[in-house]
C-alpha cells in the first residue's frame, strides 16, 4: 500500500536535509510502527507523507497504491486515504468540531462523487464513533481544538480518522501527553480500525503506546533513514536497550 | 453547517475576479444633466413633488457644502472627485410611484430577479423550514428560523416598489420610500429629518442633503414590535450616476424593529459615487437593529473602477433604556469611508456595533464606530473583524468618548484582524476620552496571520485550499454573523467566501 523509495528531503526556508535516502514498505492490513530517538526525522515523514510544503523531495518517490503522491496537495491525498494524527492539532476558533466534521466528510464524499451525508446519517456516525472513545456530544459543539485538554484533541483526532475512513492512517506521537486511560482510550480506538484493507503507521518514541497498539513490524529510524526493522520485539529490544546499540550496529 | 458548504460550491462556480452583480440593464433612464447647482436641486425637488420646505432644506444644505472642503484624515487614497461629472438624478422612466409589482417595468424586476431579492411576496412567505436539519444547527449554534421580510428597492434615485405595505399599515408601521414619505408623512419628516445628522455634520452628509434622491423611511409607532423585518435593496445601475440615499428610521416609545440594507452596483471601468445617510432615532424603551450588508463593485484585480462609498450613519439612542444595533458586513467598493455611530443620549442608553470588513485586491477600508455616552449607565460594545487579502489596506478606526454628565459609561471594545498573504495591511485606530471617573471602557485588538499550520491541518481532512481558508475565515467572523438576522446570515456567510475569492496563492 504505501512504498517509499530511496526518499531524500529538505526544508524548503534553510535547506536542511532531514530525509537521507528512507526505504519503507508497508502493506494493506499491516501495522507499522516507527521508532527513533529526537531529532531522526520521524515527524518531518509523516509530515512529507501528508504533502506539508515546507519541505521539499529531492530524491526519491513515495508510491500509494502503486501511484505516485508527490504531485498532490495535501486535500488530494487525504480525499485518497490518507490521515494524519497530528502530535499537535491545530485550534480552529469559530469552527464548531461537529461543522468541522460534516465539511471535511462531505468534501472527501464530493471529491469520490457521492452525495453529502444526510443530516441523521451523520449524526448516528458521529454519535456511534464519539460514544467508542467515551467523548461527549457536547464537547463537538465547541470550536475543534479550542481550550481541548491534550487528551481530549488526541481523541478529537482518532474521532475524525474513524470518520473519515482512511485506506492509511499515520498516526504521529498520538501517546504524547495522554494518560494511562486516555492513551488506552485511543489505542482501543486506533485498534478497532485494524482491518485487512488497511495500513497504519503508529509513529512513536516510547515502546508504551505498543503495548497497547501491537504492530507487525518496527522500523528504526535514525538520521533520516530506516537503519533497523523486525518485528514487535524490536520495539522490546529498544525499550531495554535504548537506541545506542541499534545505532551502534549500523554505524 | 450548511452554508459553508454553499459557500464552497458558491466560490466554485465563479470564474476569478468575476462580480456576480457586475451586470448592467438597459432600462430607458430619466436623467439630469450632469453637474450640481442650485438649479439641479431645484429640478430634483420638483421630479419628487416635493414641498417648499424640503427645497428650501436641500438649498440650505448645498450652500453649506460648498464652503466645506472634502475630509483627508482617513487612509485611503483616491484622485480627486470632480463633483460636476456626475448625474445627481437618473430615475427608470417608466416610474413614478408604481402601486404594485404588476405595474413595474419588467426589465427592472428581472435586475432584481438576478440579485436574488425576494420582491414577490409568495417567496417571501414559503419562509424556511425547520427541518430535521434542527439538531445538527442547534449543534452549530445557528437556527433559522422562518421569516418574511418586507423589501424597498431602490434603482438609482428611486424607490420602485415597495412589498407588504398594508399588512404593515395594519400594525400602523409606515414603511416606504423617503420620497412619499416627504409627500404623505410631512409633519414627521420635518420633525426628525437632519435632527440625528445635521445638514452641517459633514462634507458628504452635507451633499446627501442637498441631492438626496431616495432612500427608506420607516415609522414604528409606540409600543409596536414591528412583524417582520425590513429591508431594502440599493442598487446604482446608471453610469456616471451618484447614488445618494436617505434612509430615516423612527422608533417611538417601546416599539422595535430590525432593518436590513443590501447594495449592489454594475461593473465599470470607472469609479461610482455612492454618498448616504442614515439617521435613526429610538426614543424611550426603542430598539432598533439595523444590519448592512453591503456589496457594491469594488473594483477589477487591477484595482480599476469600483465604488467610492462616503456614507453617514447615526442613531440616536433619545429616549431612557433605548438601544441601537448596527451590524455591518462589508465586502464591496473601492474605497469604504463609513463609521456607523450611536448618541447614547438617554440615561440607560445601549450602543453596539458588529462589523465584518472584508477587503480584497486593491480595496481601501476605513470603517469603525463613534460610541458618544451623554446619559448616564450608558452601555456600548463594539466587536470588530477586519480580514485583509490580496493587496488591500483595512483599517479600524473608532472613537468611544464619554461625557462628564455620563456617570458609569461602560464600552467594551474588541478588534480582530485576519490577515490573508502578506501584500495586505490592518490598521486599528482607536480613540477612547473619558471625561468621567466613573467610565469604563475595555479595549482588545489582535491581528492575526492564517497561519500555514492550520490551512495544512484543514487541507489534510480532505478539504481544499480554497474552502480551507473559507472555513477558517467563517469561523474567525461568527461572533459577528450571529448578530444579523437569521435569514441574512447565510448570504453573508457566502458574500464573504466570494469576496476572498483568488486570495489564494
Keep these: 500500500m504505501l512504498e517509499i523509495k530511496n526518499l531524500h528531503a529538505r526544508i524548503v526556508d534553510d535547506g536542511t536535509e532531514i530525509i537521507r535516502g528512507l526505504n519503507l514498505t508497508v502493506k494493506a492490513g499491516e501495522v507499522a510502527a516507527i521508532m527513533g530517538p529526537n531529532g531522526s526525522g520521524k515527524s518531518t515523514l509523516s509530515y512529507i507523507l501528508a504533502g506539508r510544503e515546507d519541505y521539499e523531495v529531492t530524491e526519491g518517490d513515495i508510491l500509494y497504491n502503486d501511484q505516485s503522491i508527490l504531485e498532490m496537495d495535501p486535500a488530494e491525498r487525504a480525499t485518497a486515504g490518507i490521515f494524519l494524527a497530528f502530535q499537535y492539532p491545530m485550534e480552529i476558533p469559530g469552527v464548531a468540531t461537529m461543522e468541522f466534521l460534516k465539511v471535511a466528510m462531505n468534501e472527501q464524499r464530493k471529491a469520490r462523487g457521492e452525495e453529502p451525508l444526510k443530516v441523521p446519517e451523520f449524526l448516528k456516525r458521529v454519535k456511534e464513533a464519539a460514544a467508542l472513545l467515551n467523548m461527549d456530544m457536547n464537547m463537538l459543539k465547541r470550536p475543534l481544538n479550542v481550550g481541548f485538554s491534550g487528551g481530549e484533541k488526541k481523541r478529537a483526532e482518532i474521532l475524525q480518522m474513524k470518520l473519515l475512513e482512511p485506506k492509511l492512517c499515520v498516526l504521529d506521537e498520538t501517546d504524547s501527553g495522554l494518560d494511562i486511560d486516555a492513551l488506552k482510550i485511543v489505542a482501543d480506538g486506533v485498534n478497532a480500525l485494524r482491518s485487512p484493507e488497511r495500513a497504519i503507521v503508529v509513529i512513536t518514541h516510547y515502546q508504551r503506546l505498543l503495548e497497547h497498539i501491537v504492530p507487525d513490524s518496527v522500523h528504526v529510524l535514525y538520521k533520516g533513514q530506516v537503519i533497523k526493522s523486525g518485528d514487535k520485539s524490536l520495539a522490546l529490544d529498544l525499550e531495554t536497550n535504548g537506541y545506542a546499540g541499534v545505532i551502534g550496529e549500523a554505524a | 453547517m450548511p452554508a459553508v458548504q454553499e459557500t464552497i460550491d458558491r466560490v466554485r462556480k465563479i470564474d476569478v475576479d468575476q462580480y456576480k452583480y457586475g451586470f448592467q440593464t438597459e432600462i430607458e433612464m430619466d436623467k439630469a444633466p450632469k453637474g450640481l447647482s442650485e438649479d439641479i436641486i431645484r429640478l430634483i425637488s420638483e421630479k419628487k413633488g416635493e414641498p417648499d420646505w424640503m427645497l428650501e432644506w436641500r438649498l440650505g444644505a448645498f450652500r453649506r457644502w460648498l464652503t466645506l472642503e472634502e475630509p483627508t484624515w482617513a487612509r485611503v487614497r483616491y484622485p480627486k472627485i470632480d463633483f460636476q461629472d456626475i448625474h445627481y438624478y437618473a430615475a427608470p422612466k417608466s416610474t413614478p410611484g408604481p402601486t404594485s409589482l404588476s405595474e413595474v417595468d419588467p426589465e427592472l424586476l428581472k435586475v432584481y430577479e438576478k440579485l436574488g431579492i425576494p420582491l414577490k411576496e409568495q417567496e417571501i412567505l414559503a419562509g424556511v423550514q425547520k427541518t430535521e436539519e434542527s439538531e445538527l444547527e442547534e449543534a452549530n449554534d445557528n437556527v433559522y428560523k422562518s421569516g418574511r421580510v418586507a423589501v424597498d428597492a431602490v434603482f438609482d434615485s428611486v424607490s420602485v416598489v415597495t412589498t407588504f405595505k398594508k399588512e404593515l399599515a395594519q400594525a400602523g408601521v409606515i414603511f416606504c420610500s423617503i420620497s412619499e414619505a416627504i409627500r404623505e408623512h410631512p409633519e414627521l419628516v420635518q420633525k426628525y429629518l437632519g435632527s440625528v445628522v445635521p445638514t452641517t455634520d459633514n462634507f ?83 430598539e432598533i437593529k439595523y444590519s448592512t450588508v453591503q456589496n457594491w463593485y469594488p473594483g477589477d484585480a487591477e484595482g480599476k473602477g469600483g465604488v467610492y462609498n462616503f456614507v453617514t450613519k447615526r442613531g440616536d439612542c433619545r429616549g431612557d433604556r433605548s438601544k441601537i444595533s448596527w451590524t455591518q458586513v462589508e465586502t ?28 480584497n485586491g486593491y480595496q481601501q477600508v476605513d470603517s469603525g464606530t463613534k460610541m458618544i455616552h451623554l446619559g448616564q449607565n450608558t452601555s456600548s460594545r463594539i466587536i470588530s473583524k477586519g480580514i485583509a487579502a490580496g493587496f488591500s489596506q483595512n483599517t479600524y478606526r473608532g472613537q468611544v468618548s464619554a461625557h462628564r454628565k455620563a456617570a458609569n459609561a461602560r464600552n467594551f471594545t474588541n478588534c480582530d484582524s485576519l490577515l490573508i498573504g502578506d501584500q495586505c495591511g490592518a490598521h486599528t485606530v482607536p480613540y477612547m476620552e473619558a471625561k468621567n471617573s466613573t467610565a469604563q471602557f475595555e479595549h482588545e485588538a489582535t491581528t492575526s496571520k492564517i497561519s500555514e499550520d492550520q490551512k495544512f491541518y484543514v487541507m489534510q481532512r480532505g478539504i481544499p485550499e480554497e474552502e480551507a481558508i473559507a472555513l477558517i475565515v467563517n469561523g474567525f467572523v461568527k461572533d459577528v454573523i450571529q448578530q444579523l438576522p437569521m435569514e441574512f446570515a447565510v448570504e453573508a456567510q457566502k458574500l464573504i467566501g466570494i469576496s476572498l475569492e483568488g486570495s489564494v496563492g
Design chain 2, 332 to 359: 464591496g467598493s473601492a474605497i469604504t469611508w463609513k463609521y456607523p455611530s450611536c448618541i447614547l443620549r438617554g440615561d440607560d442608553s445601549s450602543g453596539e456595533f458588529y462589523s465584518i470588513a472584508v477587503s
Design chain 2, 204 to 286: 458628504y452628509a452635507t451633499l446627501n442633503s442637498a441631492v438626496f434622491t431616495d432612500g427608506s423611511f420607516v415609522f414604528v409607532p409606540k409600543g409596536v414590535r414591528c412583524p417582520m423585518e425590513l429591508s431594502t435593496y440599493f442598487r446604482i445601475n446608471e453610469k456616471n450616476t451618484g447614488q445618494f440615499e436617505r434612509t430615516l428610521i423612527i422608533a417611538e416609545e417601546g416599539a422595535y424593529v430590525s432593518y436590513l440594507e443590501g447594495c449592489t452596483a454594475p461593473q465599470r471601468d470607472e469609479n461610482q459615487l455612492h454618498a448616504a445617510v442614515v439617521e435613526l432615532i429610538a426614543l424611550d424603551d426603542a
